[in-house]
């Protein structure tokens, strides 16, 4: 707490020296001659650029990651616009024009203002959501700043569209071409622009983690954007003077920037200062429902992210058609000669069209995301996690169906209900982890015994039950020996291998003599009764539900384990409570 508290009050001395400076230069500038007026704010301005930039160095070289990377960056934009501030400085101090002349070689500067844009995507932010909606790897990460750059050059280039379709083209004059110092400066302050606006997306659709040093940082991009379009206005009136205080936003933006270099703790990431650590938890406590792993968005922040959804989603284009209408509107006024604003309007449109697809790249990719949880939901649902096998809830769906079903003549289907014998001991003994394994091991000898149409589910603990569709094809007490064999195979469990029995229980439904007793002794030549009389008692040995039958293949299995000797017992309605003795492993447990 000490050394947040000591970093804290370094940011805050640093804060009113950079608003002490600011002011002292404003009073210089005010005080001198216009001769020497401009010259002092170019030199001061130097000064706050290699101040800000040395700032960011010191800072971005103390941390480590996204953090160190997005300091450096912006370094470099700022250290060499301070060298391209020395260069305007050097002709002002040998009596040449004050206003800067721009050649091909001052597009090298967007070399610092690309990295500028990398710095300003690498901060480091999270999804306003809070959620797994982004979790699409690096990969996405990359698209996501793809699209927040498209966005950027759509915004802007919209923008200027529309200026220049509405009031820049009558000031310049009818096809009167632009100079390259004023064309050369329209990219670089397009460019600036950019950086502006996508820094902006960034603090409206993410979260920074540090949200005083990412409003430093858009005051300081701000800044300099202003001290940009003000130059520009400069060159394209025409004149041959610069206001005092022109270049002093770019050294303030430069300032502002170093001081969000050092907003953030080295040590932990986040916003020096007790105060600012406690409004971050009470934001995070607002917005969060519930506590550790099971926390979930509130509704009203779920709302809220939606809403911002889809702003991102019609952001770009709300300025886009705006210009398009002043650009079609101006080109049906005056006639087809208006190429450069065609052109224009097609690169925007080309734009908006990459843009789109990526948009719709990420839908696809969310919508199969949201597929697989969905199918994955489905099996969670209806599945048992450690074995893999159908659960309760879907041997009872189906065995449900099975007894509505209508079949056709001399179909039978039948349930196996299998236990294992000594299966607590084994777990008391060997740990749950054998018990897991076993239950494993079991799931799989089981469901390699029958069909594929057959269904063999985990009921609970270490009962299984096994569904039959069509018993008569097989005969289910041999399906019983045959599952009753594969369990009783040795298995290794810890390091010992052991021999575990199972007691199997069977019952057989058979539709042509509507019972659900043994098929045994039924005759399978048997015609049903076509119009059977409603006046008679149902016959009790018919099974209603699947909870009944599946009561009697539970009954038949504690009858073969009173037996002890290993055959599958098949339900009877003689079947009462059987004693619950059960054999020993045929190996003993160490």
């Known amino acids: 707490m000490g050394h947040s508290r000591r970093r804290d009050r370094l940011f805050r001395r640093a804060a009113v020296g950079a608003a002490v400076l600011t002011g002292a230069c404003v009073v210089l500038a005010q005080v001198l001659p216009d001769s020497l007026a401009l010259s002092a704010v170019r030199l001061t301005v130097i000064g ?46 040998a009596g040449r024009s004050p206003v800067p002349q721009l050649t091909p070689a001052s597009l090298v500067y967007l070399i610092p203002l690309a990295m500028g844009v990398a710095g300003v995507l690498l901060y480091p932010t999270d ?31 919209s923008v200027a569209l529309l200026v220049w379709a509405t009031v820049l083209e009558r000031t310049v004059g009818h096809g009167e071409p632009l100079g390259p110092g004023p064309l050369y400066s329209i990219i670089l302050a397009a460019v600036s622009l950019v950086v502006f606006v996508v820094l902006i997306l960034v603090a409206v659709f993410r979260e920074p983690r ?103 989603a019609i952001l770009p284009y709300l300025p886009l058609t705006a210009a398009g209408a002043a650009t079609v509107l101006q080109i049906a006024g005056d006639g087809i000669g208006h190429w450069e604003e065609i052109w224009a309007l097609l690169a925007l449109l080309l734009l908006a069209l990459v843009r789109q697809m990526m948009t719709m790249s990420d839908n696809i ?34 065995l449900e169906r099975a007894l509505r079903r209508q079949p056709g003549p001399a179909e039978r289907f039948a349930v196996l209900f299998c236990d294992l014998d000594d299966f607590k001991r084994v777990n008391d003994v060997l740990g749950h982890a054998a018990g897991d394994d076993l239950l494993r091991i079991t799931g799989a000898r089981l469901a390699g015994c029958v069909r594929a149409a057959d269904t063999v589910a985990r009921l609970g603990g270490d009962e299984f039950a096994i569904l039959l569709v069509s018993a008569n094809t097989d005969d289910p007490e041999a399906v019983g020996r045959r599952l009753a064999a594969a369990v009783r195979a040795p298995v290794r469990l810890a390091s010992h291998t052991f021999t575990v029995a199972a007691s199997v229980g069977l019952v057989t439904v058979d539709p042509e003599t509507g019972t659900g007793a043994p098929h045994r002794g039924a005759n399978p030549d048997a015609e049903p009764d076509p119009d059977p009389d409603p006046d008679v008692e149902p016959d009790p040995d018919v099974p209603d539900t699947a909870e009944q039958l599946l009561h009697r293949a539970d009954l038949a299995m504690y009858a073969a384990k009173a037996r002890r000797n290993g055959e599958p017992a098949v339900y009877t309605p003689e079947l009462v409570g059987p004693g619950r003795a059960r054999p020993a492993l045929n190996v003993p447990l160490p």
């Not at 010191?58 to 250290?79: D, K, N, S, T, Y």
């Open 48 to 93: 706050f650029l290699l101040l800000g930039g040395t700032t960011c160095v010191v800072a971005g070289l103390r941390r480590h990651g996204a953090e160190r990377w997005w300091r450096l960056l912006m370094a470099v934009m700022v250290l060499a616009v301070a060298v391209a501030s020395a260069a305007v400085f050097r002709d002002t101090a």
């Open 127 to 157: 999804p306003v959501e809070h959620d797994d909606a982004e979790d699409g790897g690096p990969l996405h990460a990359y698209r996501w700043y793809a699209i927040t750059i498209l966005d950027g050059m759509i915004v802007v280039g």
């Open 210 to 312: 540090d949200s005083r040093g990412h409003a430093l940082l858009l005051a300081g991009m701000c800044a300099a954007s202003i001290s940009a379009m003000w130059e520009l206005a400069v060159l394209i009136h025409g004149l041959d003077y610069v206001p005092r205080l022109t270049d002093l936003p770019i050294g303030v933006g430069a300032l502002l920037i170093g001081l969000a270099a050092i907003s953030t703790d080295p040590d932990t990431g986040t916003a020096t200062g007790a105060a600012v650590d406690a409004d971050a938890d009470a934001d995070a406590d607002a917005d969060i429902v519930g506590v550790g792993l099971a926390a979930v968005p509130s509704p009203g922040r779920r709302a809220a992210s939606a809403r911002l959804r889809r702003w991102h």
């Open 365 to 398: 990719r969310l919508l199969g995301q949201v597929e697989e949880k969905q199918r994955q939901l489905r099996h969670q649902a209806f599945h048992d996690p450690l074995t893999g096998l159908a659960n309760r809830s879907l041997f009872i769906d189906r």
